[in-house]
């Protein structure tokens, strides 16, 4: 009796263990898994801009937003890509480019 429960048991969690990952499950969770290391690096990159800001000429702020800019877009983070790169165009400015 033991033996039968053991099997079943071991076959429930083959078949859902098989199930999650050619049903893409292994795939949907890797991709939130990159999104989130995506948008963590643009997060530091911010902290990295503003550490330029206060601290560095005007052709390190406009470097570190160009970064800013660059993180956002490989996130896919378009309304904060538009956001940066209206900064990045204005540190330029500043930066006398």
């Known amino acids: 009796m033991?033996?039968?429960?053991?099997?079943?048991?071991?076959?429930?969690?083959?078949?859902?263990?098989l199930a999650f990952f050619f049903g893409g499950g292994l795939?949907?969770?890797?991709k939130k898994e990159i999104n989130k290391i995506e948008i963590q690096v643009a997060n530091d990159a911010v902290k990295q801009y503003e550490i330029a800001k206060r601290n560095g000429s005007a052709m390190d702020a406009y470097v570190q937003a160009g970064l800013v800019t660059a993180a956002y877009?490989?996130?896919n983070d378009e309304r904060n890509?538009?956001?940066?790169?209206?900064?990045?165009?204005?540190?330029?400015?500043?930066?006398?480019l």
């Not at 033991?2 to 263990?17: C, N, P, R, S």
């Not at 890509?81 to 006398?96: C, F, L, P, S």
């Open 81 to 96: 890509y538009k956001k940066w790169k209206k900064i990045e165009e204005q540190e330029g400015k500043n930066a006398g």
């Open 73 to 75: 877009l490989q996130a």
């Open 2 to 17: 033991k033996k039968a429960i053991q099997i079943i048991l071991g076959g429930i969690i083959t078949i859902v263990f």
């Open 27 to 30: 795939e949907k969770q890797a």
